[in-house]
């Protein structure tokens, strides 16, 4: 089951990495392409201009073939057209094209917003993920990072949490059975036997660590055979902010915070 669950970690890495390359060969070509029709568009409403004016007095036309060969393009018979159709199909035909290039420079100017925010998301050595409803997201994400997990410590106060999602409490029994998961509470073992209940609590007593004077810590230190990652909950509604689950993922700025992060949390693991 791990190896698969490796595996398909694996081939959405990979596919990340594609997508990420693709996305910056696409935007280069649109700009690439913005440039050539900017040009295209500059050239011919030059032509248009000095066509318009040559033809209103009668002088023969300096750019006369050019704005032919745009009125050709789409198909009209130039024999057929005196010279005021002449002058308002090209007009038209200037205008609609002018209008496609300004909503393409707008496209590809949205698409490269996009692009940098999601890279500087990417490189944010801390990742949010946004909480809708308190006690079923929240878990739901810290069971995402359980699964496969080699070694996991909880800092948490009763656990009663635990309980809330079928998924998060399966793989805590799978890790507390593997002897792969730590459970350090700053309340007491009373308290905790009390919310999550003595057969549970007889579950997983071996794993428990009850320490003083650490109030109000709340997170979880994750390590797999390939990455590691520090998970915390940061709740700002009351001053109108947002219920986010915090990730500093095993990214190269963040290796030293989570080594660090690792030592602080392996005392409690013994």
């Given at each position: 089951m791990n190896v698969i669950f490796y595996t398909c970690r694996k081939y959405l890495h990979n596919l990340t990495i594609f997508i990420s390359k693709a996305s910056s060969f696409l935007t280069s070509l649109f700009m690439i392409l913005s440039i050539i029709a900017m040009f295209i568009v500059t050239f011919a409403l030059i032509s248009f201009t000095l066509t318009q004016f040559t033809l209103s007095n009668e002088i023969p036309p300096l750019l006369k073939q050019s704005s032919d060969f745009f009125l050709s393009l789409v198909g009209f018979d130039l024999a057929k057209l005196d010279e005021k159709k002449y002058i308002g199909l090209l007009s038209a035909l200037i205008g609609s094209f002018t209008v496609l290039v300004t909503l393409w420079f707008a496209i590809t100017t949205l698409v490269s917003y996009l692009k940098n925010i999601k890279e500087l998301k990417d490189k944010s050595l801390i990742q949010k993920k946004l909480i809708v409803t308190d006690g079923e997201d929240d878990l739901r994400i810290m069971n995402e990072y359980y699964q496969g997990a080699d070694s996991v410590i909880v800092f948490a106060g009763d656990f009663s949490w635990i309980q809330k999602n079928d998924n998060?409490?399966?793989?805590?029994?799978?890790?507390?059975?593997?002897?792969?998961?730590?459970?350090?509470?700053?309340?007491?073992?009373?308290?905790?036997?009390?919310?999550?209940?003595?057969?549970?609590?007889e579950q997983f007593k071996s794993q428990f660590r009850f320490v003083d004077g650490h109030r109000e810590i709340k997170c979880s230190f994750v390590k797999s055979s390939q990455s590691s990652v520090f998970l915390y909950k940061v709740d700002k509604r009351k001053s109108g902010g947002e219920n986010n689950v915090c990730i500093i993922p095993n990214k190269e700025n963040a290796q030293y915070l989570l080594e660090t992060l690792e030592k602080l949390c392996d005392k409690y693991a013994k």
């Open positions: 998060l409490k399966k793989e805590i029994e799978k890790l507390s059975k593997d002897d792969k998961i730590r459970f350090v509470s700053y309340k007491t073992e009373n308290v905790v036997k009390a919310k999550i209940g003595e057969q549970m609590y």
